[in-house]
């Protein structure tokens, strides 16, 4: 069981720009959830997609969106890049929102 | 709104000597409390996840207890391998996010 496999592992993207974040779940898992964490904080809810829909969303701005597609891999979109938006983005699997085992994460950086 | 507060922020022990973690919780219905291990730049590693006040889960050296505002994880004995970021999060019955606390930087001297 591959678990839950995040791309790419780093990313250093120019403040203004789009970036685009990858994740496969864990086998046999529906859901997908998406964290950012700060260096030095607790992961923060940005959103969760089951059935290709976004079931439930954080407090973050329309800049971040994503998708899920029918095999339950998932993408994680963010427009305009802001020097803040640098942090660790974790993506997490679960089966019907339970017990959730994330990724090893993408650590982005904005310049 | 949940709220989840860790500590200690840091904790030092030497190792061999036991000590316990806290995470004081507050949530609107709980569905279910989630005890994860992170390596520096790494993601988190799932623990426990304790659904019910009184219930107790061990795993090797860790061992984590629930109450109705907070919970636990007794570490004994540990070894310098323990050393770690402790994260606690709860999830609400009305839906499956996690809402995290800050964690705890564990520290095992050899």
């Known amino acids: 069981d591959a678990g839950v496999t995040q791309s790419p592992t780093h990313l250093i993207k120019t403040r203004g720009q789009q970036v685009t974040l990858r994740c496969s779940p864990k086998?046999?898992?529906?859901?997908v959830s998406w964290y950012q964490q700060a260096l030095g904080q607790g992961p923060q809810f940005i959103f969760q997609?089951?059935?290709?829909?976004?079931?439930q969303r954080g407090n973050f701005p329309d800049r971040f969106s994503g998708h899920q597609f029918p095999n339950y891999s998932s993408e994680l979109n963010v427009n305009a890049l802001l020097l803040g938006d640098s942090a660790l983005y974790l993506c997490?699997?679960?089966?019907?929102?339970?017990?959730?085992?994330f990724g090893q994460g993408t650590r982005l950086t904005v310049v | 709104e949940d709220q989840v507060t860790q500590s200690p922020e840091a904790l030092r022990l030497q190792e061999g000597e036991s000590s316990s973690l806290n995470c004081s919780y507050t949530?609107?219905?709980?569905?279910?409390l989630f005890w994860y291990r992170q390596d520096p730049g790494k993601g988190p590693e799932f623990l426990f996840t304790?659904?019910?006040a009184g219930e107790e889960k061990e795993k090797e050296r860790l061992k984590a207890t629930l109450t109705k505002k907070e919970s636990f994880l007794h570490i004994t004995a540990p070894k310098p391998e323990d050393s770690a970021t402790y994260l606690c999060?709860?999830?609400?019955?009305?839906?499956?996010?996690?809402?995290f606390g800050e964690g705890t930087q564990l520290t095992v001297n050899p």
């Open positions: 304790l659904y019910s």
């Open positions: 086998s046999g898992h529906d859901t």
């Open positions: 999060a709860v999830q609400e019955t009305s839906g499956s996010r996690l809402t």
């Open positions: 949530v609107s219905g709980l569905r279910g």
């Open positions: 997609y089951y059935e290709e829909e976004e079931r």
């Open positions: 997490a699997s679960s089966l019907y929102g339970l017990e959730a085992f």
